[in-house]
């Protein structure tokens, strides 16, 4: 590596090094790779920092890309130590930052490659290298490699206002992550963007960065107010819901109040207009009481008490018209005030300047907003609404708060049993579900988030978690999708309109999830199956209600077999069923002998949705979790396995069962991109070993080599679900539906040299 030290003006020795580096990037060590990417950062640099201004941009974009391959590496370290790389890199072409933001190859990056190593024997790199490289690893399963492209964000957003605003729908959905580093990354890369006037917040995002307003994490919340500080808010009803958000924050975090008292005074001092017309509109709320009592241990009234003081300071306008008594009762807040103005004025400063505002005030003709900025078109009035609808929810929040509160210090409590924890959560999560109903799904998601860390944080202690704690672990996120798919369900509704898109998507992965629960878990109870099965009856009322009639047969299909299992348990164990499983019955068999088709009754389903509450769920048995893990040992792009085009190809995978009996049906799954499968069935008695874990090697036939000189496999294994009535048409594989047991593992090939 350089030493700060050492300065080398040899252009000639710098790029010698520099491809020697870039050479090792291919090297069969991670660790070599690890250390020739720090390698190839730094020698790059020098290079381009040597190159005349005319090539310089070339060559930070040839830089650029040659890092971009790494991002891909089978080594977290390595892919970190990448994206590390990126953020370092001070000029890159907008075109190139844009492809990487976008899988398909753009008209810009088609033609364009640059000198570097691509592949062991191709030395050049084309530009369409970069495509998708920030997007995967902001998506990348290790929560160290997305905090890293987090990072590179920040220092690339800088070079291009074009490519901030492609990326600041994603840098929204980070802040929804399970990681705290990884959201607090997020905020700060946004809030970098709004120091350099690149963050464009629309209001279908505003609503995800208020909701880290209410984080738990003390560092999250003020990395929020920072940004939401900077941002600007061009319509009334977002600068609404940034106060109301605000002011919740305060509510629920009292120990926050000098920094939001800042955030309030900064932002209305930059939104002058906004804070005159609300400052009118809950007038009421800051006048005295009957008795002459100020309400200044209402922390709403303070709020909006600092927002109302920040309005003579407006850029937007010289002369203000709030009522002059209004800086009167602030002068009562003056010590708090001092506190969260410290870094505007001192608090002489602030009791003149309240004294001097009391005095006198004039109203202006500019105030008169005539529409401008304040469009008052349907989708402001609702979003204000919801805001009000909410904030009538600060009793419930309180509430959800104290819940979130006692879980967290149950689960700190070494005294309390392994089985407690997930306990505790299970019980917990029928208080969610009215948050759900009335829309709250910020609240819920992040206290479905608080659960989800504490319940990981004490299952990362053993090295294979307990199948309760998956089982919780699994229903928290079944919930988080049944309760967005609630959302989007009901705003659409509420709009009139039907459509599939986001609603679609959750639903599909929300079935798959709750058939996982039912076919992963040994050890379930009648009365847990039923619960699933519950769930998953929701799922298909909430596909057939919002007007989503394509595969109505499967699907009607689909639910019928799920209510013939509801049946045949509640015959079994003697189980009571609830209103909305006897509703959903009743109408399904009103839909089956209808003879002007099914379609007309499917808007009956939309009832039975109001039917449906959450109930209160116990495990009551020990739980065994099936698992599986699949490897290829010494396989990478690195070390590719040779074959013959148009021979079969043996792979040695090395397989590990977790809690799979010999009776289980498992296949082992090749796929070829998205054409071709193949099945190979492990017949679990020829390996013998325990139920609990049994581990042996498996060479899987490949029979459809390509005829190309590289490709690559996905090799997994999947359970087949005998109960299930949906049928397969394999001729030599699976019969019913599968459920897979672990990730797909990649494995590379290349054709044999002769």
Known sequence: MLSNGIVVEDRSLVEGCYFRAVALLFDAENCVRCSAVRAVSQWGQLLVALNPDETKRDWSDALFVQLCLMIRDTDMEIR????????????????????????????ATKQKSYPGQYTAKLFKVPATAAAFALVHGLEDEFYQVRKSACHALKMLTVLSAEFSRGVVHILIDMLNDDSMVVRLQALETLHCMAMHDYLKVEESHLDMLLGSLMDNNALIRSAARKTVHLTKLQKLAMFRSCIESLIKNLELYPQDEADIFNVLYKIGREHGKFVINIIKEVSQELEPTFDGHLAMNNVRTAALLVLAISAPMSLEQKICSIPPQIFSYAVTLLDRLSCGLADVMDQNTILAYLSHCSRFTFASASENFEGQALDSHLKD?????????????????????????????NLLDPHVKKASFSEAVLRKMVDLWPLIQLGCMNEVIQTLRSWKEEL???????????????????????????????????????????????????????ERRLKEMLYRFAGLSREENLHILELMLVTYTLKFSYGGTCCLEYYMNRLNFVLSRVEYLRKEGSLELSDFVIELQ??????GNSEDGSINKLCLLQKCLNLFSLKHFVLSRELKYLDAEVDVCGNDFQNPLPFISGLPVGIPVDITLYNISSEIRLWLEITLGESLTQFVFLDLHEFGGLNEMRKFTFVAPFYKTPNVKYFSLKVSIAMECMSESHHFKHRNGPKYELVHLCKGREVHLSMAVK
């Open 80 to 107: 970190v130590t990448a994206f590390n790389a990126l953020g370092k890199i001070q000029t890159v072409s907008e075109d190139i930052l844009l492809q990487t933001l976008s899988k398909k190859a753009s008209a």
């Open 381 to 409: 009035i609702r979003l204000w609404k919801k805001s009000g609808e909410i904030c009538h929810l600060f009793s419930e929040s309180m509430e959800l708060k104290k819940v979130t509160s006692l879980l967290h210090g």
């Open 456 to 510: 990981r944080n004490y299952t990362c202690a053993s090295h294979r978690p307990d199948g309760a704690s998956i089982f919780a672990l699994k229903y928290l996120h079944v919930i988080k999708l049944i309760g967005k798919a609630w959302a989007c369900y009901s705003s659409l509704k509420n709009l009139q309109f039907k459509g599939m898109g986001g609603l679609e998507a959750l639903l599909i992965k929300t």
């Open 586 to 591: 009743n109408i399904s068999c009103e839909i």
